[in-house]
């Protein structure tokens, strides 16, 4: 086992362990805490593929992260309502059955990426930075237009939506499924990462005329990666609206997708757990520094800077040491 | 008559470009046969680059056709005209360059055989690429840095391993830009020996600064200047033409012959 395998290993654990023992001592808090590290890692595993295996650089993710919560929310509303989301040409209700809403949150984030990926994917750079972040601001300035969901101040979700099996109102079986999601989710990234379609991405990040030259056309190649990742943040996001019980376009703001980057980089980008131990990180910040004062993101802006300016491997590359090329 | 019919492999029709008013490519008219090697000579600035690139597919020429085994692939990217049969080497090393060697061999192998849809079985593990590719490398001679980084590699080793994934495509026509640039003239003389042996294989389109190479190697030679070819024809007929000699041979025939 490599040294980078076992500190994922040990960081998959701990991620697990800490909710367990919190339940175990009747701290739903924490419980909660731990289901917002897995959610939000699993929006930054997204990301991470794209930006770190891809070398797309997205600043448009909370797009995905606010659709799918949107997705979850306005599937909520309507099946408290018992209205119709659409009546015509046939007629479309919301939904109380999560895995429902995990599917049409995954066909939704894919659509739009289809569509902005195939905006933007031609440019590079801070293009590519600056387009997708305009793209992900008209999606933030319809959500804030549209009064039937709620418009600027969001949407309650008054009941969670029900899974098979299982008490999904249930903190402690809550984090257990985005936990366990998480970890899918990981598995499937890094099969992809190995296969052959992994490889070309690789290529397309590192020297996309190369590829070209070996007879892959690098854009679909980006665009299919780009879909899976905002996929992948999309879900993240159904699961963080109903953990909240709100969604809002907060969740659809360019802070958001400024935070999902964070996690990315805070970790390690490109590597796979990376954005795992990103995600903790932030928010074990944002709860003891910020529980003892306002200013812990000046606390992050120091981490951030030391990462960026010393330790481009991030957490996991300071764990782990640098990443293998072979 | 089909193209291949007249045994050619590219056929530049009438290809212009231009940049402003700057026409750095005017008109250019050039063939090259199966299992020849076709030099593309010039001084510096005749628009070597830009032929190159409209052949290769990264531009787009004004007017004028490209033809490939006898497919019109003007209008066809990079990636297609690749995989219709062009291997290229380009001028800079060009590669994956966090990749091992052996990586990037496989990954043309792979280009080739399989192309970029499979998502599940581990590449790395794939036994009939690895053995490919282990073969190709050992044909340059790179077997022993199979599994070093690419950014390891010397100058020489590049230019190699450029070459490599050249060949690892199968390609029917070779575009090799300046393959002998910065190589020593140990590396020139082996790079030279090992592309003449290509010949069988592949037909060629070389752009050499390096003349002993180009007269070493090619069967026919065009020189290009101000984007225009104002010669075309064989070594012999190059050496003894006198419009070549005014352009830009002069000095170099009179010191190499």
Not at chain 2, 204 to 229: N, P, T
Request: proline share 3%; hydrophobic share 55%; glycine share 12%.
């Amino acid at each position: 086992m490599s040294r980078e395998a076992l500190v994922n290993a040990l960081l998959a654990l701990a991620l697990l362990g800490a909710p367990l023992i919190a339940a175990a001592q009747d701290e739903p808090f924490y419980v909660a805490l731990a289901s917002r590290v897995a959610i939000l890692a699993l929006a930054g595993v997204g990301l991470n593929f794209a930006l770190g295996t891809g070398g797309m650089v997205s600043f448009g993710h909370a797009a995905f992260f606010g659709l799918g919560g949107y997705v979850a929310g306005v599937a909520a509303l309507h099946a408290f309502e018992g209205s119709p989301f659409f009546a015509w040409p046939f007629e479309i209700g919301g939904s109380e059955s999560m895995v429902v809403i995990w599917l049409v949150a995954l066909a939704v984030s894919a659509l739009a990426a289809l569509a902005i990926g195939a905006g933007s994917l031609r440019t590079s750079g801070v293009y590519f930075i600056m387009i997708t972040l305009a793209f992900a601001q008209m999606i933030y300035y319809l959500a804030v237009s549209l009064p039937a969901y709620g418009g600027e101040d969001g949407l309650s979700i008054y009941i969670r939506s029900t899974l098979p099996l299982v008490d999904s109102d249930d903190p402690l079986t809550f984090f257990l499924v985005c936990y366990a999601l998480l970890l899918l989710a990981l598995f499937l990234v890094h099969r992809l990462v190995d296969s052959r379609f992994g490889a070309a991405l690789q290529c397309a990040r590192m020297n996309p005329l190369r590829l070209a030259t070996l007879g892959i056309a690098p854009f679909p190649v980006k665009l299919a990666a780009f879909t899976f990742s905002a996929m992948l943040t999309g879900l993240a996001g159904a699961l963080y609206a109903e953990l909240n019980g709100f969604v809002s376009p907060a969740m659809l703001s360019w802070h958001r997708s400024g935070e999902i980057i964070v996690f990315v980089i805070l970790g390690g980008v490109g590597r796979l757990f990376g954005p795992v131990a990103g995600a903790a990180l932030f928010i074990l910040l944002e709860a003891f520094v910020g529980g003892w004062t306002d200013r812990w993101q000046l606390v992050l802006g120091g981490i951030l800077l030391a990462v960026v300016l010393f330790a481009r491997g991030g957490v996991i590359g300071l764990l782990a040491g640098k990443a293998r090329h072979d | 008559m089909t193209d291949a019919a007249t045994g050619a492999l590219l056929e530049l029709k009438g290809l212009t470009k231009a940049f402003g008013a700057l026409k750095a490519t005017d008109g250019v008219d050039l063939t090259v046969r199966h299992g020849e090697i076709h030099a593309l000579i010039g001084p510096n600035g005749a628009g070597k680059s830009t032929l190159i690139a409209q052949v290769a597919g990264g531009l787009a020429p004004d007017t004028g056709r490209v033809v490939l085994l006898g497919e019109d692939v003007t209008g066809w990217s990079v990636a297609r005209r690749a995989r219709l049969g062009l291997g290229r080497s380009f001028q800079v090393s060009s590669l994956a360059w966090e990749f091992s060697v052996l990586r990037n061999v496989m990954l043309a192998v792979q280009a080739r055989s399989a192309g970029a849809w499979g998502f599940w079985a581990p590449v790395r593990k794939d036994e009939a690429l690895r053995a490919e590719a282990l073969g190709v490398l050992d044909r340059v001679g790179l077997t022993l840095r199979a599994d070093d980084p690419v950014a390891a590699l010397s100058h020489g080793e590049r230019r190699l391993l450029e070459v490599a994934m050249a060949l690892a495509l199968r390609p029917r026509l070779l575009l090799l830009d300046e393959p002998m640039a910065g190589l020593g003239p140990e590396g020139t003389k082996e790079l030279t020996a090992f592309l003449a042996r290509l010949k069988t294989e592949c037909g060629m389109l070389l752009v050499e600064h390096d003349m002993d190479a180009v007269f070493a190697l090619a069967d026919r030679i065009s020189v290009l200047v101000y984007g225009k070819v104002i010669a075309s024809g064989t070594v012999a007929e190059i050496r003894a033409s006198a419009a070549v000699r005014e352009a830009y041979l002069g000095d170099h025939l009179h010191g190499s012959a």
